[in-house]
């Protein structure tokens, strides 16, 4: 099994959650303060170089505005196709 930072399924949903914050209107810096993290949180998950688990990934959708079980069956959707 390929580690799950550098799978093609990983870059997708990483992929979904910055369009996510694009659609949003919302910059690395303000979800990084919304998130009471350093903007760095934002740019290494988005850039690959952190894996987020999934209490994060819910946490980062309902600051972008996004229903994360939405957000995560449009992902699963995705795979399927």
Known sequence: ?????????????????????????????????KLRKPQSFVAKY???ERRLDVIEFITIAEALGANPLKLFRSFLQAKTR
Not at 6 to 30: E, F, N
């Open 1 to 33: 099994m390929e580690k799950s930072l550098k799978s093609a399924d990983y870059a997708r949903l990483i992929a979904l959650l910055v369009a996510t914050r694009h659609k949003a209107g919302i910059r690395q810096q303000a979800l990084a303060k």
């Open 46 to 48: 988005e850039g690959g």
